[in-house]
């Protein structure tokens, strides 16, 4: 029995329990779908066609003594397995968490999300587009497998803490390392946002630092964000740093529709020696620009064009028109 599966079970266990003592009081079932049809413009080696992005199918087990639990079961795609694998479908743990809350403060153990873009993502309201900036950079992961705290210390101060494993849900525990972070969110007033986070990890012998500055505008009409994040030793290479910018923002034009854009810029530090950054294949910009029209908080469809533009020049650029969906019930 691996360690994964000494503590999916006993949640499994704590699960059936809360779900068989609230027979009055259900829980509810978890889907999410996001969904595309893209047609790439500029670079005729990459593919044409539908593509079905997540598959999100779960359930959430009601509150019992300020207890509950969460599954979700993630159906993921062919492209996020490593290199060299037979190209399939499989599915995998997303979240499978208990979670105790009393007043201003939430403890969640299990697999569950962490909280190094969760904020920003649910800010700009538009993850089944497009990626967060940290994930599509590898500078850490949505969900992992440890301990998170959240408590709210005011109306306006919010701070969390998480205790992870550091190796992302789909992993297992390779190492000795555990990934500590620590984040603080402000909202000062109704319509202004501020997030500050760090996490720090040590892996044979090589410190990974991680910190992240956010900060939002939003009203009944106009959204706007903008973030900044900086990683050492990426890959666990010494001097292999990473830095980068991404801003988001969205126009209300009509009841539930609305214009929006996001432009990321990525970039890495030139190691001791060499003249090029140690990241420069991959280092370039990121365009979103669409119009987005909300049926329901269910459904959302958007008309979006997306563009790759790498800063190497032996690279070409990827421009693509995408019709993006999401179903979440």
Known sequence: ???????????????QIVYNQTVNSP????????????LNLADTSRATGFALNRAYL?????????????????????????????????????????????????????????????????????????????????????????????Y???????????????????????????????????????????????????VNGLWQPLILGFIGFRNDKVTIGAEGTYKSNIDLNRGHHG???SGTGSVTILKQTELFGRFDYSTSVIP?????????LMDGDFLVLGIQHTFSENVKIALDYQGIYPYATEKQNSETIYINALFKF
């Open 1 to 15: 029995m691996n360690k994964r599966t000494g503590v999916i079970l006993p949640l499994l266990f704590v699960c």
């Open 27 to 38: 829980g509810r079932p978890i889907a999410e779908i996001f969904t595309d049809f893209h």
């Open 58 to 150: 779960g359930y959430s087990f009601p509150s019992l003594n300020n207890f509950s639990g969460t599954i979700i079961v993630n159906v993921g795609k062919p492209e996020d397995l490593a290199p060299g694998s037979l190209p399939r479908r499989y599915a995998y743990f997303r979240e499978a968490s208990i979670n105790y809350s009393s007043g201003g403060l939430k403890i969640t153990y299990g697999i569950t999300g962490t909280h190094l873009f969760d904020f920003q993502q649910k800010f700009w309201g538009k993850r089944y587009i497009a990626t967060t900036y940290q994930s599509a950079n590898g500078y850490g992961f949505v969900a992992d497998l440890g301990l998170a705290i959240d």
């Open 152 to 202: 709210q210390i005011n109306d306006i101060i919010k701070a969390d803490f998480t205790l992870m494993n550091g190796e992302g849900y789909t992993n297992v525990q390779l190492d000795n390392s555990l990934k500590p972070s620590l984040g603080l969110t402000i909202t000062p007033g109704t319509y202004l946002a501020i997030r500050i986070y760090g996490d720090l990890i040590r």
């Open 243 to 245: 830095w980068g910018i």
């Open 272 to 280: 001791e020696g060499e003249i090029n950054p140690w990241n420069y």
